[in-house]
Every structure is written in structure tokens, then in C-alpha cells.
């Protein structure tokens, strides 16, 4: 007679089916970091030494500490900006500082074609090429959604999504010669969307999706698009924000912000890791802590993220009867000319020039 086999022994021989399922997520994360780690091995460090990089915005805030990183490495610039008398105080002091590497300026704007082909046309006689295009010209719009118009979504859109995508297609067949890159600065507000930046958000979550679309279809041609979504940083750039709603009071906060110490990161430290990315080839990276773990409650935890900025709303200042946009440098109150950590940034990052 065959011996049977009890019931309760199977069940303990063969692993439960729950287990598996737990067990599942766990083998996916370690085969992405092994991914991952693989990656960083088996891809080259991109050489920016002798590179011909092109920087919108970059005559003042990050655009400028991307500057002074770029040069580091040994590349060559060509600096696009509105305000002529900016980029030659920005060239000055980047000649001053600068062992290596040469620069170049032209004054334009990113959302005029023959401003972008001009500014290409330039890198190109000067350097014989272009290897690298770096989109950091932006703006930011604060204040409450009742006095957000639908202009001024549209304005953000044409810079901080429009301009990027003009500018990396007008540069593309001279990236596809090198097999160049290309840098898109988006924003921690690109992942999660802060209430009293609506307008901002809308176009850096665009300027996310650019950057993925580019990456992925760019690819092929041997062309690299890395995607920085920094958080708050201390660049001096709230003097030069478009100010809605209540003018002193949302200035005040949005400055304090930007210029705490634990909340904020050094713009010269953000320039660093935001060209380490560059250098690495990443796809898409979170710049500074603050960001990183709110991104990280974002994804893990979306309703939870939802209900707290929810929360976080109603203790912001209110809508004014007016539309009336100001810049951050005309709501300026004693109490944000006295901050000292604002002021350094400033001075540093060529924002207190207009």
C-alpha cells in the first residue's frame, strides 16, 4: 500500500502563495539597483573638456553657477540671455575666475527663432562645433490660482516648455554630428505641483515630459537628454519672479524659503550635481534632499501628498481684487532686504544688476 501524505505536511513543503507576491517587489528593487549600478559601470563619463556648450539663461542665477561648474571641466560657452549688460558682467567675472575653457556671449531671446539660431550660429563659428545644449532660461509666476490668468500659463509655457523644445530641435544637427547631449532644467514643481505655482508647475511638469519624450527618441541618434529636477535653491532668482495676490506678502514667503539653509541648496552645489547627472548620462534626476523625499512621498504615497499641500494652501495668503503682477525686487520689505543669506546669493549669482 502507498504511504499518503498528509494534508498539512504539503501545505508546509511548498511555499505559500503570499510569499511570493511579497517577495516580488523586493527582487524588482534589487534588480533595478543592480541595473543601475551596471549602468554606471559599463557607460562612460562624458569628457566635457574642449565641449562646446551652449547656456540659455545663463547670465545670472543657476544658469551662471552652471557656468562656472561647465568651465571647471574645461568646455567652452556660449552664454544666451535677454539683457545684454547682464552676460558682460556674467563674462567678466567667469573670465576672472576661469583656469580653462572660453567664453562667449549673445544677447537674445529663447522664445525668438532667429534669436536660437543666431546663438547656435555663434558657438559654431567660435568653436568649430556644439556638443551640448543647456536649458536653463525659465520663469517663475507666483501667487494664488484666482489671479493666475490664462496669459500667464501661456507665457510660462513659452519659456519654460516651448523654449527648450526649440532651441535642442534647432541645435539637433549639429548634437547628431557629435552625438552630443542635452540638459533640460525643469523643477522639483514639475513632479509635484505646490500650491501658489500653479502656472509654474503646469509648465515644468511639460518640461518633464519634454525631456522624457527627447530622451527616449534622441537615444538613437547617439544624443543623451538628462532631465534635473532641482528643489528650492539659494540662486538670488526670486528678485526677478513675476509676483501676484497679496505682492509683499507672498515675496516674503516665497524668499524666506528659497534662502533657508536645511530647506534650500547651495546653488553651487546643485550646479555640481546637476552636471555630474550631465556627465553620467541619467535620464531624470531629483536635485537637493527636500526634494528627493518629497518626490519620494509623491510617488509612494499621492493622496497623501494631495491632502497635505491641500492643507498647506490654506494657510498661504489670499487673492487680491487685482491681477496686478509685480517683480520679486519691486515687493522687496525690510524683512527680506535684511536676510543675509538672500543677499549673498544674490550678489553672487549677478542678481542685483536690474
Do not use: W
Amino acid at each position: 500500500m502507498k504511504p499518503v501524505l498528509s494534508t498539512r505536511a504539503s501545505h508546509r513543503s511548498s511555499p505559500h502563495p503570499r510569499t511570493k507576491r511579497r517577495s516580488a517587489p523586493g527582487a524588482l528593487l534589487l534588480t533595478a539597483v543592480a541595473l543601475i549600478a551596471f549602468r554606471r559601470v559599463l557607460v562612460a563619463p562624458y569628457a566635457l573638456a574642449g565641449k562646446s556648450v551652449l547656456i540659455s539663461g545663463g547670465s545670472r542665477g543657476l544658469g551662471l553657477a552652471l557656468a562656472r561648474e561647465f568651465l571647471r571641466y574645461g568646455a567652452h560657452l556660449t552664454l544666451l540671455a535677454r539683457d545684454e549688460a547682464e552676460l558682460r558682467r556674467a563674462e567678466a567675472a567667469l573670465k576672472l575666475s576661469a583656469s580653462q575653457g572660453q567664453v562667449q556671449i549673445v544677447a537674445g531671446d529663447v522664445t525668438q527663432a532667429e534669436d536660437i539660431e543666431r546663438a547656435i550660429a555663434a558657438a559654431v563659428r567660435a568653436y568649430g562645433h556644439l556638443d551640448v545644449v543647456a536649458n536653463v532660461a525659465g520663469v517663475i509666476q507666483g501667487g494664488p490660482l484666482d489671479n493666475i490668468t490664462d496669459e500667464d500659463f501661456r507665457a510660462s509655457m513659452e519659456l519654460n516648455a516651448f523654449a527648450p523644445l526649440r532651441l535642442t530641435r534647432a541645435a539637433l544637427p549639429y548634437l547628431r554630428v557629435r552625438g552630443g547631449r542635452v540638459l533640460i532644467v525643469a523643477s522639483l514643481g514639475g513632479k509635484v505641483a505646490v500650491p501658489h505655482l500653479s502656472s509654474y508647475s503646469v509648465s515644468k511638469f511639460a518640461a518633464v515630459g519634454l525631456g522624457q519624450a527627447l530622451h527616449a527618441e534622441l537615444a538613437q541618434d547617439g544624443i543623451v537628454v538628462t532631465t534635473v529636477c532641482p528643489g528650492l535653491m539659494r540662486t538670488g532668482s526670486p528678485r526677478q519672479a513675476t509676483i501676484k495676490g497679496q505682492h509683499k506678502r507672498e515675496y516674503a514667503l516665497f524668499a524666506t524659503l528659497d534662502n533657508l539653509p536645511v530647506i534650500s541648496l547651495d546653488a553651487d552645489k546643485a550646479a555640481r550635481r546637476t552636471v555630474q547627472a550631465l556627465i553620467r548620462g541619467e535620464a531624470e534626476v531629483l536635485i537637493g534632499g527636500p526634494a528627493k523625499l518629497l518626490g519620494a512621498v509623491q510617488s509612494l504615497a499621492p493622496q497623501l501628498t494631495a491632502d497635505m499641500l491641500g492643507l498647506l494652501n490654506r494657510f498661504l495668503p489670499g487673492p487680491s481684487s487685482s491681477d496686478r503682477a509685480v517683480l520679486g525686487k519691486d515687493a522687496e520689505s525690510r524683512l527680506t532686504r535684511a536676510n543675509p543669506i538672500k543677499r549673498a546669493a544674490e550678489q553672487a549669482l549677478n542678481e542685483l544688476t536690474s
